[in-house]
């Protein structure tokens, strides 16, 4: 069993909910690095990318990474775009095991619409401009999530089945 656990994916994915169970599960921590940098940075997600823009919000999203790199017995949930930038792809495969929690455009936006504000990127679009930002994003973003260890159908998943393909790999 590795001992880190990284899960990637779109925003909207499950990347959190089942990683904090799936580190109950395992007996291992559970991170969540979004929350890490608003912690660091004492200001939520919308105001560092308000405040800072979001290249420097990738800098310390990177730095939380190697940070988390050197600890081990985790489960580490990524933000939807740290796999696609500052090699953090090759990163985390070389640190620990990586899964992909996969869903359909029409799937993450029905999960996202409810939680725009929170989230800068999609904050302020309409039902439609979501669905197309959805679709556009993912097409680029999937040749980095595809570089994962393991990918999962996210529908429906259950963190019983995430530990069951950790054990059995
Ligand atoms: C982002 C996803 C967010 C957060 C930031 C940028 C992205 O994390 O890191 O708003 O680029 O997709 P979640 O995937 O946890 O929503």
């Known amino acids: 069993m590795h001992t880190r656990i990284f899960l990637i994916g779109f925003m909207g994915s499950g990347k959190s909910t089942l990683g904090s169970q799936l580190a109950r599960r395992l007996d291992y921590q559970f991170m969540d690095m979004d ?22 919000f990738r800098k310390w999203e990177h730095d939380i ?14 933000g939807g775009g740290a796999p696609c930038h500052s090699q953090n792809m090759d990163l985390m495969n070389a640190n620990g095991c ?5 869903l359909s455009p029409l ?9 725009s504000t929170e989230r800068p990127l999609i904050k ?13 994003l993912l097409e680029q973003r999937e040749k980095f999530y595809e ?21 059995d790999s």
């Open 107 to 115: 799937a993450l936006q029905n999960r996202l619409i409810r939680s």
């Open 35 to 56: 929350q890490l940098i608003e912690d660091t940075a004492e200001l939520s997600i919308p105001e560092i990318f308000q405040e800072h823009g979001e290249a420097v």
């Open 124 to 136: 302020g679009k309409s039902e439609t401009e979501l669905l197309e930002f959805i679709t556009g």
């Open 98 to 102: 990586t899964i992909y929690l996969s």
């Open 65 to 78: 990474l190697l940070e988390l790199c050197s600890r081990d017995k985790l489960v580490i949930s990524t």
């Open 147 to 167: 570089q994962a260890t393991h990918s999962v159908n996210g529908i429906s998943l259950r963190s019983e089945e995430l530990a069951k393909l950790l054990l």
